[in-house]
Nanobody, 125 residues
């Protein structure tokens, strides 16, 4: 059974940093594409970052500030977030897709197969 559990969210001041973690179980990380998505109240879900099959992809809004990475030995995925802005405030979700090449396509539009429960990130002074 595929499970994704996010952690690491919290309150941070503008300009600060946070690292989100996603603990994956029930599948082998290297054979799936993994994405981070976010959704703020009243806004549509946004694909933030994707990793899979030697492909990294980022939303324009986070390029240069966010970094996605994975540790296959620990079955963990991370999202390092730097230079945070108030507009980064949202619930962040880890997702997994059985197609390891998902990051090469329209992952932001169609989403992924499995989802975690999310972790809240609030950027405010």
């Amino acid at each position: 059974q595929v499970q994704l559990v996010e952690s690491g969210g919290g309150l941070v001041q503008p300009g600060g940093s946070l690292r989100l973690s996603c603990a994956a179980s029930g599948f082998t990380l290297g054979y799936y594409a993994i994405g981070w998505f976010r959704q703020a109240p009243g806004k549509e879900r946004e694909g933030v970052a994707c990793i899979g099959s030697n492909k990294l992809d980022y939303a324009d809004s986070v390029k240069g500030r966010f970094t996605i990475s994975e540790d296959n030995a620990k079955n963990m995925v991370y999202l390092e977030m730097n230079s945070l802005k108030p507009e980064d405030t949202a619930a962040y979700y880890c997702a997994a897709d059985k197609n390891p090449f998902r990051c090469h396509g329209s992952w932001r539009i169609y989403g992924m197969d499995y989802w975690g429960e999310g972790t809240q990130v609030t950027v405010s002074s």
